[in-house]
């Protein structure tokens, strides 16, 4: 099992707001965290920050090889419940830094399945030689509309409120995570990425480089794809290869 991960500060941003992790426990179990944050200053890049540590920090302590389906799941739960905390006291604690947040996707592999949790609109993909499926669903706006039939798929594409998001760490005292599980195939990629990647490259365009690349390679041409698009936005992507 190999990760593979890289952050760009794309074409038009200052500062890189996105924040990743991963460790790679074993040849059968893994994980990784992506979050992409927001806020005035550096509020974003802060809530990013220390929402991969606090994570990182709680898995490094708790995760083993011998950690059961229900483990990780509670895990994951609890992980992104203390992270919430940790960026939530320091809002209250530091007023001048205004109202930060973060998104969060997480994934942890373990043999032939992946949990997978998430808040806001990074996202997780499940990918074969063949297909890509989308695991997450985004807690944003325009997702809202597009479940309700307002908008149409099309419409949602450049939509003014794209980047409104609905649920994120640290903005409230406490957070309503989203969690699935998915078995692998064999040969099988999980890809996590933050809006910077999507709002550019939609999952057969995903599919298609990575069809053709695989490893480091991967991760640096969905990042160089989504510059040449543009890069008004910082771009996270992190590759779970089985």
């Not at 830094?97 to 973060?102: A, D, E, P, S, Y």
């Not at 509309?145 to 609905?166: C, D, F, R, V, W």
């Not at 990629?189 to 995903?206: A, V």
Request: aromatic share 6%; glycine share 8%.
């Amino acid at each position: 099992m190999k990760i593979f991960s890289k952050s760009d500060i794309g074409k038009k941003r200052t500062i890189n707001q996105d924040s990743f992790a991963h460790k790679v426990l074993s040849e059968s179990m893994s994980w990784s965290i992506v979050c992409d944050g927001m806020g005035g200053l550096s509020a974003g890049e802060l809530a990013s920050g220390k929402a991969v540590k606090s994570i990182s920090d709680f898995f490094k302590t708790h995760l083993s090889e011998s950690s059961s389906k229900e483990d990780i799941k509670k895990y994951m739960f609890e992980a992104a419940r203390l992270a919430n905390e940790v960026i939530y006291k320091a809002t209250k604690e530091n007023p001048e830094l205004g109202k930060m947040g973060t998104t969060l996707v997480m994934c942890i592999v373990k043999d032939d399945f992946a949990g997978v949790a998430y808040l806001g609109d990074s996202r997780a993909y499940l990918l074969t030689d063949e297909s890509i499926s989308q695991i997450s669903v985004d807690h944003s706006v325009v997702q809202q509309m597009l479940e309700s039939g307002e908008i149409t798929p099309e419409q949602a594409k450049n939509h003014p409120q794209k980047n409104i998001i609905t649920r994120a760490l640290g903005i409230d005292p406490t957070i309503s995570l989203d969690y699935k599980e998915v078995n692998i195939p064999p040969k099988g990629r999980m890809l996590l990425c933050t809006d910077g990647l999507t709002n550019y490259l939609d999952s057969l365009e995903i599919l298609d480089i990575l069809k053709r690349y695989s490893g480091e390679s991967a991760a640096e041409k969905l990042i160089e794809e989504s510059n040449n698009r543009g890069g008004k936005d910082n771009i996270t992507v992190s590759i779970i290869e089985t």
